[in-house]
C-alpha cells in the first residue's frame, strides 16, 4: 500500500501543529515547506527571527525549531502517517536543519493521540501554581518521554532547586542591566495586535516573595506590569540536558522539551520556562554537572491556563529550493 498523496488539509494540520510550538519570545524562528511532488517537508530556522543579544549562537533558536519539529511528528502520526526526520541531512545546506519524510505507512504504533490534542492545549503559564506537588510517578513518566528524545531530564531536589532559583535570578539582575537586551527583549513585547511576540497580556506578575525569578520581558521594572503576588513556595523546577552540545544537540532538546511539555500538558499541568540563566555562559554552566549540558529549564505545576499568544497566519510561501514543481498549494 503506498502512501495517498499530502492533501491541502494534511499539510495545513502539519504547519499548524509546528506553529503552535513555544518559542523563544515567540519569536516562531521556522520555515516548514513542503518539496513539491514528494512527501517532503523541509525545515529552515527563519534568517530573520531570532534574538542576537539573547542568544547569539542560536541554541534557544533551534530548541524553537525542534519544538516545532516535535508537533509535526506528533500531527503526523494524527494523520496515519510514519514521519522519519533527519536532522542535518546535507553537510553542503547547514540552513536545512531536518527534512520530514512521510512516506511511511502503517502508522507509528506507539503514537499518543493525547499528544495531538495537547498541541493546541499547551500555553505557557506564567501565573503562581497552587502549591499541589505533582506525583512522582508522574515525575517519572516525564523523565522517561525525555529519555526517548535522546536527552534527559533532571528533577532537582530541595538544595539543587534552590540554587537553579538563584542561578536564573543572577541572570535576571543582569539581563536588567544589560540594555541591548533589555531593548531586544522590550521589542518583542507588543499590546496584543502582531503575529509574533508576546502580548502584554501574556506576561505574569512577579514572585512577591522573591523565590521565584520569572522573566521580566519588559526590563529594568519601568513598564507597567500587574502587582506581584506571591508564587508557591516550593518551585518544581525540569531541566533538559544533553550529553553534547552540538546544533544537532540543539535540535533534539527542543524536540525533548516538547515531548514533556505536551506530557505534561496532557496530564493536566502547567509549565513556565526559566530560561534566563541558560542565556549566560557562565551561569549555564553552573546550572549542569560534569557530563551534562543544560537546554531547557522549566517550573511545573498545576494552576491557571497561560493567556494564549498570537501565531502567524500560514501563508503562501515558495517551493523548498532546488524544485521546480510550483502547482502545488502552500501555506
Ligand atoms: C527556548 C525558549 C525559551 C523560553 N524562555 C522563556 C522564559 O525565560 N520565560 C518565559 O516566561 N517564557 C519563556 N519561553 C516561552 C515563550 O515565551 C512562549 O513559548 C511563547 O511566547 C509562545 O507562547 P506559548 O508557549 O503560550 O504558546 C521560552 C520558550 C522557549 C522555546
Redesign the pocket.
Known sequence: MGAARLGTTDLETLLTAAAAA?????SQPWEIRPVPGTFRLEVRPAADRWLPAADPTGR?RL??VG?ALFNLRVAAGHLGRRPRVRLLPDAGDPGLVAVVDLTGLPPDTSRQPDLYEAVALR??S?APFTGRPVPARTLTELASAVLTEGARLYLPGVVATRRMLALTAEAERRNRRDSARVRESRAWVHAGNLPYG?PAA?LGPLDATGRIP??DFTGAGRARRAPAVPFERHAQLALVVTRRDRPADWLRAGQALQRVLLLATARGLRT?????ALEWPDLRSALGGESNRPQ?LFRLGYGPQ?AP?PRAALTAGAPARGTQDTTQAYF
Request: glycine share 4%; proline share 8%.
Open positions: 513555544p518559542s523563544i519570545h515567540n534557544a530548541l524553537s519544538a500555553r505557557t506564567r508576546i501574556a520569572v522573566r513556565c520556562p526559566l530560561h534566563q531547557f497561560g499568544t
